[in-house]
């Protein structure tokens, strides 16, 4: 909530502004050492029963928003990135994003379940995500070690889902290069 955060944001991307187009409002990996302050929970739209921090989305959403107004003033062309992943997983509740943001899902904490998937990139859609970046972390999650994983059909249908909702990148994370095992996987998602 603190406008010096968006600032440094800015501060910290504008010697880059014409080499750097897409910049990080993202949370830090994991974490449990969260905002309390006043004004950072006042943004969060907890439901009935959700424990403190388990849904943050849209504080984040609301420091995305910060920047995503500020860079175009540098750069008409800026794009601003933040996660959807682990507390930010599901879309915002209250916030809508403006339009230059790009929405990064990382998938990892969630089955390869259609209707699961088709939710999540819905939800985003509704909050105003034009442009998503796809980053399962099915490779790390799934990995046997000693047979094929036998899940390329769930994530091709699951990617093929994302690409419908927006999506114009993948980054599937965690690559084993070990091809007896998920080889096959590779294969189908090139």
Request: proline share 6%.
């Given at each position: 909530?603190?406008?010096?955060?968006?600032?440094?944001?800015?501060?910290d991307?504008?010697?880059?502004?014409?080499?750097?187009?897409?910049?990080?409002?993202?949370?830090?990996?994991?974490?449990?050492?969260?905002?309390?302050?006043?004004?950072c929970?006042?943004?969060?739209?907890?439901?009935?029963?959700?424990?403190?921090?388990?849904?943050?989305?849209?504080?984040?959403?609301?420091?995305?928003?910060?920047?995503?107004?500020?860079?175009?003033?540098?750069?008409?062309?800026?794009?601003?990135?933040?996660?959807?992943?682990?507390?930010?997983?599901y879309?915002?509740?209250?916030?809508?994003?403006?339009?230059?943001?790009v929405?990064?899902?990382?998938?990892?904490?969630?089955?390869m379940?259609?209707?699961?998937?088709?939710?999540?990139?819905?939800?985003?859609?509704?909050?105003?995500?034009?442009?998503?970046a796809?980053?399962?972390?099915?490779?790390?999650?799934?990995?046997?070690?000693?047979?094929?994983?036998?899940?390329?059909?769930?994530?091709?249908?699951?990617?093929?889902?994302?690409?419908?909702?927006?999506?114009?990148?993948?980054?599937?994370?965690?690559?084993?290069?070990?091809?007896?095992?998920?080889?096959?996987?590779?294969?189908?998602?090139?």
């Amino acid at each position: 909530s603190n406008p010096g955060v968006a600032a440094q944001v800015i501060t910290d991307w504008l010697p880059k502004k014409n080499m750097v187009t897409y910049v990080g409002a993202c949370v830090n990996d994991g974490g449990a050492n969260f905002c309390e302050c006043e004004n950072c929970s006042k943004l969060d739209v907890p439901l009935p029963g959700e424990s403190h921090h388990e849904h943050l989305t849209d504080r984040y959403a609301y420091l995305a928003n910060a920047v995503a107004k500020e860079v175009v003033k540098h750069n008409p062309d800026a794009w601003v990135t933040m996660y959807s992943y682990l507390q930010t997983y599901y879309a915002p509740r209250k916030i809508k994003l403006e339009p230059n943001i790009v929405v990064q899902i990382v998938p990892y904490t969630t089955p390869m379940d259609l209707d699961e998937n088709l939710e999540l990139f819905k939800g985003w859609s509704e909050a105003g995500a034009k442009k998503i970046a796809f980053r399962p972390n099915y490779h790390c999650k799934y990995l046997t070690g000693m047979i094929p994983l036998g899940i390329e059909k769930q994530m091709y249908d699951v990617f093929q889902q994302a690409f419908k909702y927006g999506t114009v990148s993948v980054d599937y994370d965690s690559l084993t290069n070990a091809w007896p095992v998920c080889g096959m996987s590779d294969y189908v998602l090139a």
